[in-house]
């Protein structure tokens, strides 16, 4: 489906409703809305996107969206593979950046402060916006060092003492201390894909980012380690924004406070959680959650 | 940006400090590998005795080594180039247009050009006409004598009937090679002048001449073996009907398994060479450059050691390695040349 | 069951399916015998390689009672006593039948010219040796290290060999004296080139190639990983990276006298550095490794998992951090590889070599990288174009050598790689 003609088709000029978009019945008809349902916007937002358009050389992956991240919140984002959630939340960060084909267009503030102005720098801005990825990686060091390595480049610590400090506050935040406090010299490969990806979330908030993002953080993981992630994502919250990709809707449920749909590169709706998942306002949402596609 | 910036650090220091570094205490010599085998004992020699630096001796052969001395004068230029063949006039030229214009000619013996064959089989009875007919690449038809044709012998036989019947097949070096030049200019052409028509066109076709007279045949009788004598002679071995050309000190070497044709009834023995009885010999040379003697420290020591009669006398150390001495009186004009440091006349 | 033929009767194989093993099994075969073949060329070059060469590692002696007579040092110089002729009064007194002048000659011929040599450093090492009688071993000739070494035929007659009847006689003589015998040839570790055979040595020649290889090593290296790095990792993708690929793979293909070529125009003539150094060579080869390294150094760089960049990025490392702490420890083992393979190339190298002069007969052992000096495979080029039977032996022994260096490299190469590898 071109851009184009969804942009400057006369037959459907402004979906602002719901309801409206609900009768429509020609299936192209739901992503003509360049208007996102729901309330993607909130009061003292962490982050916001306005407009964010993503190309990748000629190709749009990411189509004018805008949605703010709120304060100590948990915001999933769920939609079928595909539809730039990943994309997105690389934006955060400005981690496409290593992309050379990577184009992003639009305004997105943290703290309201233009992170793609040109006078900033990708390096501070990640120390302020962590994350954590699909597969658990942690460096082929020992665990202490991977904990240790942001607040080393950074500049944190003053002494040794002051990094044993953060290195063991991080892996207590991130569950792992009472698994790990024995074997802090072993390399950090060495332990089982659950722990190497709570070593991963510890490494991320050594350097007290605002934000976390998390890319499919469980999709690697078993039944049990995925809990345990859960678990963590849920006590984070209390002095992070965390955003989240996930495929699991379940663990959209359980985790987060707000949760966005994204489709072929829009933002379709977004809301608080138990609302999109028990009443969503828009039709592709609905055929998403209840498994007609995706 | 610091790890590149330090390399071209690096890279500038050592651009700079080149020409500091450019000194030398050492005696540099290149040329004729003919030659190389006994300047190296000369040189050897002179250094375990002296306490000098041993003189550095590269093999480029004649030509090369010409190349190379007359370059220039100073530090980066060779002091002395053997060869195994005089200077030629448009070597001297080079020279001069250099700024080496002072050059002292040191001739140090003599070298036999052998045709050898395994001890298995007896050796040849040849005469330079015979190295002709089996190797030079045109010949006289038989039948019309007037007449140049495409070399038809295949067996030496063909070539004289007092010969064996075996199949011509001769090992030597390439034309790169001082030897090749030598064999080429002391057999093939005196053995072409025998025949009047090739004889005839000395004087009405140059060209043609040089053409008939020296370019050896292609069609896999004569067989280049490269630059290493030592592979000839273990093909040799290998092979008893085959005949290879080199320098007489391999033969001397190899005495035990080799054993050199006779050619004009001369076998090419010591005693023959040295003589001048035996055809197919050259004289050896070495060239100083007389702007360095008195720079490069050693030049006249290891002047004097060559000219020594310990090294080339006929007694000497050079003759054990199979270089052919020159005569007494020869030997008394060059070393007092070398002592003088009597340069050459540029023309 | 029906008569056509399935694959699923597991108890009957089918046509079809026996044809399938029996291609196999002939894949098999062709294999192993493609090994077996390449493996008996390796083993019948070691053979002959060993066989001509153990003999090298020995070397015959001979022992002599030298009276330092003290008139023959009044000259001024230590040095300028006539060494020879001491020499050759010991033999002569050992000898006094032999009186005729060819006589003489022949017997004096038993003794390498390197017993001299060693006289003189005797003397000049204890100068209060002047005046006593000594016994000395000394080194025999090569005809006679040959003929100890069976190298030469007894049975022949005696114009067929270069050792004469009498010399036989005395060689015996001494033998049954206890006067001759062959030990181990330190001389061969420890002298530069000669032209005597049973002075010649190795250590020259290893000290060159150890200069000039250090040289490339230097330079090669961090050069080269600086340049896989850079178009690895910081390069934009344009035609001008492409193009500058292209080249390099190129350049690693280009015949290695080329670079020989280039050496002798830019480091000899353009810059003046000194003719026939190891810091000539050095260079030279660094420009003849410098291929291979960078295309190591880039495969290996390209088999670190992006997962490892993007975690260091995550957490706010700067491009030149993720590469520095992160991406080259892991590409490391392979870089290693790389530069030992390239270097092991390096030792085997004469082409180049030839053009800057290092082609050349060198006595004196190098002491730094601006002596001049030769390497391992010219050495071994140029013992092997040598008249003299005795280093036919010589030249063997040097190959020994030089591939001890390369297995140990290789070996080296391997070990690295399997001790730093990480294992994910």
């Known amino acids: 489906m071109e851009l184009a003609s969804r942009t400057s088709n006369p037959a459907f000029p402004t979906m602002l409703s719901g309801d409206i978009i609900r009768e429509a019945d020609e299936a192209h008809a739901y992503t003509t809305g360049r208007k996102t349902v729901g309330s993607p916007f909130v009061d003292n937002p962490r982050m916001t996107c306005r407009d964010v358009e993503v190309y990748y050389g000629e190709k749009c992956a990411i189509n004018k969206i805008s949605i703010d991240v709120d304060c100590n919140e948990v915001l999933a984002m769920i939609g079928p593979s595909g539809c730039g959630k990943s994309t997105f939340l690389r934006c955060l960060n400005r981690m496409n950046d290593t992309v050379p084909s990577c184009r992003v267009i639009g305004e997105i503030r943290l703290d309201n402060i233009d ?105 690697a993981l078993d039944p049990i380690a995925t809990a345990k992630v859960e678990e963590l994502i849920a006590e984070l919250r209390t002095q992070f924004s965390i955003v989240i990709v996930t495929h699991a809707m379940q663990q959209a449920a359980r985790v987060s406070q707000r949760t966005a749909y994204f489709h072929l590169g829009d933002l379709i709706e977004v809301g608080p959680t138990d609302k999109i998942f028990t009443n969503p306002k828009h039709r592709l949402t609905e055929d998403y959650i209840t498994g007609r596609f995706g | 940006m610091k790890v590149t910036s330090i390399f071209v650090a690096g890279a500038l220091t050592l651009a700079l400090t080149a020409p500091a570094m450019a000194a030398r205490d050492y005696i540099s010599i290149v040329g004729s590998s003919t030659v190389y085998p006994f300047a190296t004992v000369v040189a050897e020699q002179f250094g375990k005795t002296s306490g000098s630096k041993t003189p550095k001796i590269e093999s480029t052969g004649s030509g090369g080594g010409f190349k190379l001395f007359c370059s220039g004068v100073g530090v980066n230029f060779p002091d002395i180039t053997n060869s195994s063949r005089a200077i030629k006039a448009s070597e001297m030229k080079t020279c001069a247009d250099n700024g080496v214009t002072e050059i002292v000619e040191v001739k140090i013996g003599y070298d036999g050009i052998v045709l050898a064959n395994s001890k298995t089989v007896e050796a040849l009875k040849l005469t330079r006409q015979d190295i002709f007919l089996a190797l030079a690449k045109e010949v006289p038809d038989p039948a019309n004598p007037e007449k140049l044709i495409a070399n038809p012998y295949k067996t030496w036989k063909d070539v004289n009937s007092a010969l064996a019947d075996t199949k011509i097949e001769v090992l030597g070096p390439p034309p790169t090679s001082g030897t ?12 072409a002048d025998t025949f009047p028509v090739i004889e005839g066109m000395k004087k009405t076709d140059k ?107 006929e007694e000497g150390y050079l003759a054990d390695k199979g270089m052919i001495p020159m005569p007494k009186e020869e030997r008394q004009l060059f070393s007092k040349n070398v002592a003088s440091l009597k340069v050459m006349d540029m023309k | 069951m029906n008569s056509i033929e399935t694959t699923s009767d597991l108890l009957k194989p ?77 033999m002569r007194t050992m000898f006094p039948e032999v009186t005729s002048r060819e006589g003489k000659k022949f017997l004096y011929s038993l003794i390498s010219p390197a017993a001299a ?105 961090p050069i080269g990983v600086a340049a896989a790095v850079y178009l690895e990792e910081f390069a934009p993708e344009n035609k001008w990276t492409d193009l500058i690929e292209i080249n390099i793979n190129n350049l690693a293909a280009v015949p290695s006298i080329i670079f020989g070529l280039l050496g002798l125009a830019i480091f000899i003539n353009f810059w003046g550095l000194p003719r026939s150094t ?146 994910w």
């Open chain 1, 115 to 219: 992170i793609y102005h040109p006078s900033i720098d990708v390096v501070p801005l990640r120390a302020r916006v962590g994350m954590v990825f699909q597969k658990p990686n942690p460096f082929p060091k020992s665990i202490y060092d991977n904990v240790a390595y942001g607040p080393r480049i950074h500049g944190l610590t003053k002494n040794k003492a002051e990094l044993d400090e953060i290195v063991e506050t991080s892996i207590m935040k991130a569950g792992l201390w009472n698994e790990v406090k024995d074997r802090l010299q072993e390399p950090g490969t060495g332990l089982s894909g659950g722990q190497q990806q709570r070593l991963c979330i510890a490494r991320a908030i050594a350097v007290s980012p605002e934000v976390i993002l998390m890319d499919e953080p469980c999709s």
């Open chain 2, 180 to 191: 090749r030049d030598a064999f080429v200019e002391l057999a093939m052409e005196t053995g």
């Open chain 2, 207 to 313: 060209e043609g001449y040089k053409r008939v007279s020296q370019t050896v045949r292609e069609d896999g009788a004569y067989i280049e073996a490269g630059e290493n004598d030592n592979l000839i002679v273990q093909k040799l071995q290998a092979n008893p009907t085959a005949v290879g050309i080199f320098g007489f000190s391999f033969l001397d070497q190899n005495a035990d398994v080799l054993h050199g044709s006779i050619i004009e009834g001369e076998e090419p023995n010591f005693e023959g060479i040295a003589k001048g009885a035996y055809p197919v010999s050259r004289p050896l040379f070495f060239y100083v450059k007389k702007a360095h003697v008195d720079v490069i420290p050693g030049i006249k020591g290891y002047l004097a050691e060559f000219t020594s009669e310990k090294a080339w006398g």
């Open chain 3, 14 to 90: 089918t046509t079809r399916l026996k044809r399938r093993y029996r291609v196999e099994r002939w894949f098999k075969r062709l294999g192993l015998t493609a090994i077996a073949l390449s493996l008996s060329f390796v083993a019948f070059l070691f053979f002959t390689i060993f066989s001509d060469g153990y003999t090298a590692f020995k070397q015959s002696y001979i022992e002599l009672e030298v009276h330092f007579a003290a008139e023959e040092f009044s000259q001024e110089k230590l040095a300028n006593a006539d060494y020879p002729g001491l020499v050759k009064h010991a």
């Open chain 3, 117 to 221: 040599y060693t006289l003189q450093n005797m003397v000049e090492a204890d100068p209060k040796m002047i005046g006593t009688t000594q016994k000395v071993w000394v080194l025999a000739d090569d005809d006679v290290d040959m003929l100890m070494k069976g190298k030469i035929d007894r049975s022949l007659g005696e114009g067929n060999r270069r050792v004469r009847d009498i010399q036989l006689a005395w060689i015996d003589r001494l033998e049954s004296e206890n006067r001759l015998e062959t030990r181990f040839n330190k001389t061969f570790f420890t002298t530069g080139d000669s032209r005597e055979p049973e002075l010649a040595g190795i250590l020259g020649a290893v000290k060159g190639s150890f200069f000039t290889l250090l040289i490339t090593l230097s330079l090669s290296f």
């Open chain 3, 278 to 423: 190891p810091m000539v060579g050095g260079l030279v080869l660094t420009l003849m490794t410098l291929p291979t390294i960078i295309i190591a150094g880039r495969a290996s760089l390209k088999s670190v998992p992006p997962s490892i960049r993007e975690a260091a990025l995550g957490v706010g490392a700067s491009k030149m951090q993720t590469v520095t702490h992160h991406v080259l420890p892991l590409a490391m083992p392979g870089m290693l590889t790389g530069t030992i393979i390239g270097m092991a190339q390096a030792l085997g190298e004469t082409a180049p070599l030839l053009m800057i002069g290092m082609v050349a007969f060198i006595v004196d052992v190098p002491g730094g990288i601006t002596d001049p000096s030769a390497v391992l495979p010219v050495q071994i080029y140029l013992w092997a174009d040598s008249p003299e039977r005795g280093f036919t032996e010589k030249t063997a022994a040097a190959i020994m050598i030089l591939l001890t260096f390369l297995i140990a490299m290789n070996s080296l190469a391997v070990f690295l790689r399997k001790k730093f590898e990480i294992k």
